[in-house]
Every structure is written in structure tokens, then in C-alpha cells.
């Protein structure tokens, strides 16, 4: 009669735990006595052996955790947010990562172009519960080009980009940089699993250059850095793929816009590919 008696309590008490969201409860502990305050009800229970508390108080445990999975299972944490590390390089219109004899000035060592990207602020509208949702923010890009021939230097100071093949000094480092503010919009599709989470986002991306600069090391160790335009375009904007699980990920971008101003410079599109750690 005392199991029948418990289980009934334990129960009653779950579903009034459930069917009140809003509502604060609170466990007491006395010796022997277990105080359980329900918004404005209060129940007391003596029980001198301590089985009964023990699964009263497992019981309201329970009834919160199903609480909070049920609520964490409603939601839509998108992966834009968090860290990402890369590689860049660039492309010809004909879709070749060969530039020509007359733009090989601009041929990349592609192992030391680095992108590295920092995605703050993210913005979700969910669409199909907690399977997908369109997705924006803002982050920061940073974009290393690294030049294969360090002494065939860029140069700024005509219409149209040019280079310099320097003899002395010799360099062993020579690379552009750029820093773009970048947003996206795409859409993010999600596919919970008991352990892992499966999901992709695609979509496309926009952005602004806040700067750019040219870095030079000699085989001295002499550093130079020269803040110019270099003819870069101010705006980017292209297409974003991710694919991931849980919160690790591999993503892409392509370009859709020149890495250079028409007419002004060689007509190359930037792209990238990489490794991803969100945040959420």
C-alpha cells in the first residue's frame, strides 16, 4: 500500500510540476521531513524512513530535466558563430588555377595563404522547427596571399596593378593581406541525432574591405609593411557552404566578385576552404 501510495504522490506531484512552467517550486529538507512549495501551495511530507523523499525529490528532478530537453529541443542554435582557419587561393574566369605566363607575379605559395575568420554576432529565424532556419550575422576575415616568387612585388603607384622584380634586396616573404567585414545569408539545415548532430548551411555572403597591405621580409629580416589599395575591389560578395557535426565543420567560399577593380588589375576570384569551430 506504501509503493501504491508513493508512485500515486510521486506522479500527482510531476504532473503539477509540469502543467505549471511558470511556477516556482521548491524542495526543503528538514530530518525526516520533506517541504515542497508550489507557487502558493505548500505540501509537507514525514517520512521516517527516507524512501519516500528520496523518490519524491528524484521525481520533481526528473520532471525538470524532461522540462529543459523539451525546451532545448524546440530551439535553433545556428553554427555561423565561432572560429574558422583555411587556406586561400584564387581562380581565372575559364575556372583554371593556372594564371598565365603574364600574371605570374600573382602565382600563391598555397600552403602559407591563410584565411583566419572570426564570426561574433549571429541572427536566426527559424523556418522548420528546429530543422531549419535562415541565418545572418557579421564576422571578420582575414586573407593571406602568399606570393610564390617573393621578388616580383606589386606595385601601386599606376592605373592598373604592376609588379617589380627586385634583385636587391631579396626577399623570402612577400604577401598581400586584406581584412574584410563579411555578413551572410543562408539557410541552415539540422538533423539531431542521439549522440551527433548532423547539419549543412549553404547560401551566399557579402562583404566590405576595412584594409589592405602589402608585407615584405628580406633575407635580412628586414621587415617593410605598405598600407595601399593595391586596386582590390571594396566589396565582395559570393557564395558559403558548411557542413558539420556537432561543432566541428568544414566550409568553402567562392567568389563572385574579381579580387581586383575591372580593367585594373588581372581578372582572378578569390576562394577559400577550411576548417570550422563554432561557438554554440
Do not use: C
Given at each position: 500500500m506504501k509503493k501504491i501510495f508513493t508512485i500515486a504522490l510521486v506522479l500527482l506531484l510531476i504532473s503539477s510540476l509540469q502543467a505549471q512552467n511558470e511556477d516556482s517550486v521548491k524542495a526543503k529538507n528538514v530530518p525526516d521531513t520533506t517541504i515542497i512549495e508550489i507557487k502558493n501551495k505548500t505540501i509537507i511530507i514525514i517520512d521516517r524512513g527516507g524512501t519516500l523523499k528520496d523518490e519524491i525529490r528524484k521525481g520533481i528532478n526528473d520532471a525538470k530535466n524532461k522540462e529543459a530537453d523539451k525546451r532545448k529541443r524546440k530551439s535553433f542554435d545556428s553554427h555561423w558563430q565561432g572560429l574558422e582557419l583555411g587556406l586561400n587561393s584564387y581562380i581565372t574566369p575559364e575556372r583554371s588555377f593556372t594564371l598565365g605566363?603574364?600574371?605570374?607575379?600573382?602565382?600563391?605559395?598555397?600552403?602559407?595563404?591563410?584565411?583566419?575568420?572570426?564570426n561574433l554576432a549571429a541572427v536566426t529565424i527559424p523556418i522548420v522547427k528546429k530543422h531549419v532556419a535562415i541565418i545572418s550575422g557579421l564576422g571578420l576575415s582575414w586573407n593571406n596571399y602568399r606570393f610564390d616568387n617573393s621578388n616580383m612585388i606589386i606595385?601601386?603607384?599606376?592605373?592598373?596593378?604592376?609588379?617589380?622584380?627586385?634583385?636587391d634586396p631579396t626577399y623570402k616573404k612577400n604577401r598581400l593581406g586584406t581584412?574584410?567585414?563579411?555578413?551572410?545569408?543562408?539557410?541552415?539545415?539540422?538533423?539531431?541525432?542521439?549522440?551527433?548532430?548532423?547539419?549543412?548551411?549553404?547560401g551566399g555572403y557579402a562583404g566590405v574591405k576595412l584594409g589592405s597591405n602589402l608585407k615584405l621580409i628580406s633575407d635580412e629580416n628586414n621587415k617593410e609593411k605598405i598600407r595601399?589599395?593595391?586596386h582590390l575591389n571594396t566589396f565582395r560578395y559570393g557564395l558559403r557552404a558548411m557542413v558539420g557535426v556537432n561543432n566541428f565543420s568544414i566550409y568553402a567560399t567562392y567568389s563572385l566578385q574579381p579580387l581586383f577593380k575591372k580593367d585594373e588589375g588581372p581578372e582572378v576570384y578569390p576562394l577559400s576552404v577550411g576548417l570550422a569551430l563554432s561557438f554554440n
Open positions: 605566363e603574364e600574371n605570374q607575379y600573382l602565382e600563391l605559395e598555397d600552403s602559407r595563404s591563410i584565411e583566419f575568420n572570426l606595385n601601386n603607384d599606376s592605373s592598373v596593378l604592376v609588379y617589380d622584380s627586385v634583385i581584412t574584410f567585414l563579411m555578413a551572410p545569408l543562408a539557410l541552415e539545415f539540422h538533423f539531431p541525432g542521439k549522440d551527433k548532430d548532423f547539419w549543412f548551411l549553404v595601399e589599395d593595391f
